[in-house]
């Protein structure tokens, strides 16, 4: 379908003209050139009120800068009525809509999740989304790190840097750090004792307790949990 134009160039492309709410792809709209869901159906994904959801966004605003999320406009909103049925509803509402996009959806998500012994692809799965997240620098705490390890890692955006610690009987090799910044700069890798968890932390804001090593991940029963207290981020970075 052809994008809707308006005269500041914002457009909305409507990927699924039937509207099922089947499958989450029928949810997604192209918006100013990025695709985004709207705050009620990400509320209704969540089995939330749309109020409670942009009340916990309001309570934590800090991790949803406008590349992440933003409001529409009148026009937007009156476009994206008039394209999908199941949304006549916003004509009547006071404020218009919430739209988050891909980044701002996964700042959505659990705070905790559980992996059994086997769902081998669901943890690596989530181990490159959450790497995905960081748009400056990777800090990865983890004293059993391996050439597996650095495969999780390179699934990093291009331009962001990773901070390595690790204890001093890894068996990486200065060569495995070589090969992987001739290909994704930059990594750094350092030594400590200091830790005897495992700790992933994005962008110096955001932290994730993880149960194992990112390596094993699904090999074994582990659990990942966000750690999202701007004090406990800035004690973690602190002991580093």
């Not at 181990?127 to 997240?133: A, D, L, P, T």
């Amino acid at each position: 379908m052809e994008p809707l134009e308006n005269a500041n160039n914002s457009s909305i492309i409507m990927y699924n003209s039937k509207d099922s709410l089947n499958n989450i792809e029928d949810r997604i709209f192209c918006i100013r050139e990025v695709n985004v869901m709207i705050d009620r159906d990400l509320a209704e994904i969540y089995g939330v009120k749309t109020k409670r959801l942009n009340e916990q966004v309001k309570r934590n605003i800090e991790r949803f800068p406008e590349r992440y999320m933003f409001q529409l406009s009148d026009y937007e909103t009156l476009k994206l009525v008039a394209n999908c049925d199941r949304l006549q509803t916003l004509k009547h509402s006071s404020s218009n809509p919430y739209v988050f996009t891909e980044q701002g959806v996964s700042m959505l998500e659990d705070k905790q999740k559980l992996f059994f012994d086997g769902q081998i692809y669901d943890a690596f799965s989530l181990m490159v989304s959450i790497i995905q997240k960081a748009n400056e620098e990777i800090i990865l705490i983890d004293n059993y790190v391996n050439n597996e390890t650095l495969d999780i890692l390179s699934k990093k955006k291009e331009t962001v840097d990773v901070r390595l610690f690790t204890s001093k009987n890894t068996k990486l090799t200065k060569t495995d750090i070589i090969k992987f910044n001739s290909q994704y700069p930059n990594l750094t890798l350092s030594f400590t004792d200091k830790f005897h968890d495992r700790f992933l932390i994005i962008d110096n804001s955001i932290a994730y307790h993880i149960g194992a090593s990112i390596k094993d991940a699904g090999k074994k029963c582990f659990a990942v949990s966000l750690i999202n207290d701007k004090w406990m981020v800035e004690a973690l970075l602190g002991n580093i």
